[in-house]
């Protein structure tokens, strides 16, 4: 078995791995990394990338339906064969290119699963890894629903990589993946199920316009069964079968669970380092360190910490992780963090609920704006454009948006900056935007 001595360790090739890499290897460590599956991690390969390329399909799609009639003769159509081709160009070179740019700078790599053997010591294959600190960047994985015929059951990954499209796909869970994924394939005019287990899909984003997006999914074919629990699922001929309480039941070509994802520790043999967990992933203090071993760090999905699942927040993570790793003592502070759900229209969110607000009102007003009639969504016949804005009473200042509509990703983004400056919508009256833009509409929420 042979051994090696590094001064740095990562376990992961994914965004917060990737980062805390190169950033010690920069300052001049010994560095060696360790990856399990495919080099570039879930975000590049089975994530937010390839599904966005998806979804770019989905909306040219979306957009040639509403201007039909319009100047627009005919609806485009999605090629799925086409499609996933054009997606793989975006993946198909990450894990090769991901090695080799490892290895020109000189960080060491290893492929396999890796577990602790004490506090220091890694095994990956028949190679011992020792390392003065260690990062935990495993990410996480789809978790698995628990019921009879579950073995029927595929993955996002498993969607992600569909060389075929068949005529009918169910979506089990109520998250942003399975409202995607659903819009996705509505889009290409199959038919498609989402199944979730109570009736509040979306938890995280303002409750009206997830009412209002599930309205609209509906109009355009979605099948949305709520406070529905899948009971058995068995093959039956070419089909599978769904059964669930209180007799539903129900036909399908493809089940696909998105049902949450659990930190990717299952293999690390945890125990053996004395590194604590819960369910949301590997404890962690405010400097991502793990409490009983300060040399052993965690960031990005694997960690329990208060920040979200998304690339932009194990990218936050990984640079503070890299910064303590070298000698810093920074303790992680979250900002105002837009999240996105990618479906036709897109749903976004930024800084405090509208639960949080209406529960202080005395500290918070919050702005709501129906802007379907305005220009920038009129010229695209949008049916629906939704707007609440949070302001402190006191300052004006914003504090929180929720957008819903085809342009809310952009939206959103501009609230982060006026967030992040802590400006008002008032001190964009200065501001002269190119008109007419989603951006020159930010002046007249006022």
């Known amino acids: 078995m042979a051994k090696f001595t590094y001064d740095v360790v990562i376990i992961g090739s994914g965004a917060s791995g990737t980062t805390v890499a190169f950033e010690a290897q920069a300052a001049g460590l010994k560095v060696a990394i360790v990856e399990e599956r495919s080099w570039g991690g879930t975000c590049v390969l089975r994530g937010c990338d390839p599904k966005k390329v998806l979804v770019g399909a989905a909306e040219a799609r979306n957009l040639s339906t509403r201007l039909r009639g319009k100047g627009i003769k005919q609806a485009a159509t999605i090629s799925w064969t086409d499609l996933m081709a054009f997606k793989e160009t975006f993946v198909e070179d990450v894990p090769e290119s991901r090695l080799e740019s490892f290895q020109n700078a000189g960080i060491e790599t290893f492929f396999g699963p890796a577990s602790f053997q004490d506090v220091n010591t890694l095994q990956v294959g028949d190679d011992l890894l020792t390392a003065k600190k260690i990062v935990i960047a495993t990410g996480a994985t789809p978790s698995t629903l628990q019921v009879e015929g579950q073995e029927y059951i595929q993955t996002s990954d498993d969607f992600l990589s569909l060389e075929k499209l068949p005529d009918s796909v169910v979506f089990i869970g109520g998250g942003y993946i399975s409202f995607e994924f659903a819009s996705i394939v509505q889009a290409t005019g199959r038919e498609v199920h989402v199944i979730h287990h109570n009736s509040t899909p979306l938890k995280k984003f303002d409750p009206d316009f997830v009412a209002a997006l599930v309205s609209s999914m509906k109009e355009e074919g979605v099948h949305f069964h709520f406070d529905t629990d899948i009971t058995k699922i068995e093959k039956n001929g070419e089909k599978l079968h769904l059964q669930g309480k209180n ?181 964009l009256q200065s501001v002269i935007f190119a008109y007419p833009s989603p951006a020159s509409d930010l002046t007249a929420f006022n």
């Open 247 to 427: 007799g539903f039941s129900l036909n399908t070509d493809l089940i696909i669970g998105a049902t949450g994802r659990k930190p990717n520790i299952d293999h690390l043999s945890l125990e053996k380092a004395s590194i604590d967990y819960t369910k949301k992933g590997i404890v962690v203090n405010e400097k991502l360190q793990t409490p009983n071993n300060p040399h052993i760090y965690a960031c990005g999905d694997v960690a329990d910490t208060k920040g979200s699942p998304l690339t932009p927040v194990v990218s936050l993570e990984a640079a503070l992780v890299a910064k303590n790793i070298l000698g810093g003592d920074e303790k992680v502070d979250y900002p105002a963090i837009p999240s996105v759900v990618f479906t036709s229209p897109k749903l976004a969110s930024i800084g405090i609920s509208i639960e949080e607000a209406k529960a202080a009102p005395e500290k918070y007003q919050i702005k709501q704006h129906d802007t379907t009639n305005w220009y920038t969504y009129k010229r695209t016949n949008e049916s629906i454009a939704l707007a609440k804005i949070i302001e402190d009473r006191k300052t004006g200042q914003i504090k929180g948006a929720h957008f819903l509509s085809e342009e809310a990703d952009y939206m959103i983004n501009y609230i982060a900056l006026l967030i992040k400056a802590n400006l008002t919508l008032a001190d």
